[in-house]
C-alpha cells in the first residue's frame, strides 16, 4: 500500500475519544490529527470543550497554517493583544501570538518571559474578550512552564448566596496596562487608580451564551475595581473571590511535552502559568476566536 493511501485510510478510521481528568476541568481528547478534523471528530472536540472546559491534545505536528485553519474551524480569529514590542511577533501571521521566553539579537521572540504568569482570563480588557483560545507548543523546558486551568462556573456555584446577592449585577474593571507575565503593554502608563484603568467593563457574573450558565468573571487582579463599591471595600471583596476562583478543587494543571494543544473555553475559566529556568527555552503560538461582549 502507497503511504498516501495508509494515512488516508488511517484518517478514515479515526475515531476521537474524551478522557475526562477527573479534576475541576479538563479532558484529553485522543485519536485526531489537528491536520485533517472529520467534523464528527471536531463535534466531538467542540463537545469536549463545552463541557469539560479546556481539552488537551497530543503530540500534534502541525504548521501554522493548519493551526489557522483549525482554529478558524471555531469561528473567525481575533487578532492578539499588544504585545511587548509592539508589533506582531510573526509577520506573516498577526492572528497569532507568540508566547515565549527566547531572546534573540536582543528581541524578544514572544509574550511572558520565563516568569509565573498568574491567574487571568486571556484578553478580557476587550469589549469583545475572545471566546477560545488554542496553544500549541513547539519547544517545552526539561520541567516548569506548566499551565493550570481553574473552572469558573464552579467558583460561581459555590459562592455564598449574600455574596452573589451583594455582587449580582455588578460590573469589574478589566486592565489592559499589564499582561499575565506583569510586563507593561507598549504604548501603556502605570495606573495609579484602579477606578480609572484603560480596559472593559464586564459583568462579574456573565451568562455564558451557549451552555447558559452562570460564571465568575474576574480577569486579572491588578487594577481590578468593582464598580460601585468603595475602593476598600472592592479591594477586600476581590482579594476573597480571587481566593476564591482558584481553588484546588476547580483546577486542573498540564504538564507539556512538544506538540500539545490546548483548547479552552476563555468564558468560564481562569488559568495561569508556572514559571520556568530562563536559561531553557519554550516556544508557543497561540490563536484566539472572536468573541462577543459578556452580559
Ligand atoms: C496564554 C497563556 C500560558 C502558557 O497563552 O494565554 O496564558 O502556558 N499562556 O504559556
Ligand atoms: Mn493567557
Keep these: 500500500m502507497q503511504v498516501a493511501?495508509?494515512?488516508?485510510?488511517?484518517?478514515?478510521?479515526?475515531?476521537?475519544?474524551?478522557?475526562?481528568?477527573?479534576?475541576?476541568?479538563?479532558?484529553?481528547?485522543?485519536?485526531?490529527?489537528?491536520?485533517?478534523?472529520?467534523?464528527?471528530?471536531?463535534?466531538?472536540?467542540e463537545k469536549a470543550v463545552l463541557e469539560h472546559l479546556v481539552v488537551l491534545i497530543r503530540g500534534q505536528s502541525i504548521t501554522d497554517p493548519e493551526l489557522i485553519a483549525f482554529g478558524k474551524r471555531f469561528g473567525e480569529l481575533e487578532p492578539p493583544g499588544m504585545s511587548i514590542i509592539?508589533?506582531?511577533?510573526?509577520?506573516?501571521?498577526?492572528?497569532?501570538?507568540?508566547?515565549?521566553?527566547?531572546?534573540?539579537?536582543?528581541?524578544?521572540?514572544?509574550?511572558?518571559?520565563?516568569?509565573?504568569?498568574?491567574?487571568?482570563?486571556?484578553?478580557?480588557?476587550?469589549?469583545?474578550?475572545?471566546?477560545?483560545?488554542?496553544?500549541?507548543?513547539?519547544?517545552?523546558?526539561?520541567?516548569?512552564?506548566?499551565?493550570?486551568?481553574?473552572?469558573?462556573?464552579?467558583?460561581?456555584?459555590?459562592?455564598?448566596?449574600?455574596?452573589?446577592?451583594?455582587?449580582?449585577?455588578?460590573?469589574v474593571i478589566h486592565d489592559e496596562t499589564y499582561n499575565s507575565g506583569g510586563q507593561l503593554r507598549k504604548g501603556f502608563k502605570e495606573v495609579t487608580d484602579p477606578r480609572?484603568?484603560?480596559?472593559?467593563?464586564?459583568?462579574?457574573?456573565?451568562?455564558?451564551?451557549?451552555?447558559?450558565?452562570?460564571?465568575?468573571?474576574?480577569?486579572?487582579?491588578?487594577?481590578?475595581?468593582?464598580?460601585?463599591?468603595?475602593?476598600e471595600e472592592s479591594e477586600r471583596l476581590l482579594d476573597e473571590l480571587w481566593a476564591h476562583a482558584s481553588q484546588p478543587k476547580f483546577v486542573w494543571g498540564h504538564e507539556w511535552g512538544v506538540g500539545d494543544t490546548l483548547i479552552w473555553d476563555n468564558r468560564c475559566l481562569i488559568h495561569r502559568r508556572d514559571s520556568f529556568d530562563a536559561g531553557t527555552r519554550r516556544m508557543m503560538h497561540r490563536i484566539q476566536i472572536k468573541g462577543d461582549r459578556p452580559q
Design 86 to 171: 509592539g508589533k506582531p511577533y510573526i509577520d506573516e501571521h498577526p492572528d497569532i501570538l507568540v508566547i515565549s521566553n527566547i531572546v534573540e539579537n536582543g528581541q524578544p521572540q514572544g509574550n511572558l518571559g520565563a516568569g509565573e504568569a498568574i491567574w487571568h482570563t486571556d484578553m478580557s480588557y476587550r469589549e469583545k474578550p475572545v471566546t477560545y483560545a488554542i496553544l500549541h507548543s513547539l519547544e517545552v523546558p526539561p520541567t516548569g512552564g506548566n499551565t493550570y486551568f481553574a473552572n469558573q462556573y464552579l467558583a460561581y456555584g459555590t459562592l455564598s448566596d449574600e455574596l452573589k446577592k451583594k455582587l449580582d449585577g455588578r460590573l
Design 5 to 45: 493511501q495508509l494515512s488516508q485510510q488511517r484518517q478514515s478510521t479515526q475515531v476521537a475519544e474524551v478522557i475526562p481528568s477527573g479534576k475541576g476541568c479538563g479532558a484529553e481528547v485522543r485519536g485526531v490529527d489537528l491536520r485533517n478534523v472529520d467534523g464528527k471528530s471536531f463535534g466531538v472536540i
Design 196 to 231: 480609572e484603568a484603560p480596559g472593559a467593563r464586564h459583568p462579574i457574573f456573565p451568562t455564558h451564551p451557549v451552555t447558559g450558565k452562570k460564571a465568575l468573571y474576574l480577569g486579572r487582579r491588578r487594577n481590578a475595581y468593582i464598580i460601585g463599591l468603595p475602593p
